[in-house]
């Protein structure tokens, strides 16, 4: 079975630092994406990156890049420059390529100090 | 930017009553998805939609949930007889397709439903 796990409950950096945010997971597949979702106090779930498992380049987006370690199984999510709009809960999710659902890691709340 | 419309953003019901949840997913997206958040808890997957039949489902998803696209927009899903334990936060989701690059699902705002 798929899972996901990420070990940190809860976070907090003062602005303008570089926080990482890990997650382990585990799969059989050798097909699959890693996704980081956002999920501020208005409670909607954001898309912030996503990483195909068959690339080794990380992927960046803006302020937001991963390390995905594919032999480990990790995909940490680092913020750098982090502002207070980024205060959110953080989860990371797996999808199979041969299925339909999103496998979620229990969260981390990420709290930006002014 | 296209989005994900949920409504209504927050119902309150009695047990035993039906609940309709409702969704308008991205208007060229042809995978919808319906997933629960329990207070506290994973965000757990419920159901996947496509060609308006059911692709997969979770053993959360029983006989009391149904869903359905009774239109070319909306996509909803219903409770028949509610129970406590089926408060929760309800997101829906649609994705263009599956396969590489375009099976990024992107969810509504949420529907919080409460039970009492």
């Known amino acids: 079975a798929q899972t996901v796990t990420q070990s940190q409950p809860e976070m907090s950096v003062q602005e303008a630092e570089t926080v990482t945010l890990s997650c382990t997971y585990d799969?059989?597949?050798?097909?699959?994406?890693l996704f980081w979702y956002k999920q501020p106090p208005s409670r909607q779930m954001i898309l912030v990156i996503r990483?195909?498992?068959?690339k080794q380049q990380n992927a960046t987006e803006n302020r937001f890049s991963v390390n995905f370690q594919k032999a480990a199984k990790s995909f940490s999510l680092k913020i750098s420059d982090s502002q207070l709009g980024d205060t959110a809960m953080y989860f990371c999710?797996?999808?199979?390529?041969?299925?339909?659902?999103?496998?979620w890691g229990a969260g981390t709340k990420l709290i930006i100090k002014p | 930017e296209p989005e994900v419309t949920q409504t209504p953003s927050h119902q309150v019901t009695q047990m035993g009553q039906e609940v309709i949840l409702r969704c308008v997913p991205i208007?060229?997206?042809?995978?919808f998805y319906w997933y629960r958040q329990i207070l506290g808890q994973k965000v757990e997957f419920l159901v996947s939609?496509?060609?308006?039949?059911?692709?997969?489902k979770s053993e959360i998803f029983d006989d009391q949930f149904s869903v359905e696209r009774p239109d070319g927009s909306n996509f909803t899903l219903k409770i028949r007889s509610t129970k406590l334990e089926d408060s929760a936060m309800y997101f829906c989701?649609?994705?263009?397709?599956?396969?590489?690059?375009?099976?990024?699902?992107?969810f509504g705002a949420g529907t919080r439903l409460s039970v009492l």
């Open positions: 999710a797996l999808l199979m390529d041969s299925n339909y659902q999103l496998i």
């Open positions: 939609f496509y060609n308006n039949e059911i692709s997969e």
């Open positions: 799969t059989s597949e050798s097909n699959y994406y």
């Open positions: 208007s060229n997206h042809l995978y």
């Open positions: 989701a649609s994705s263009e397709a599956l396969g590489i690059a375009k099976n990024i699902q992107y």
């Open positions: 990483q195909e498992a068959y």
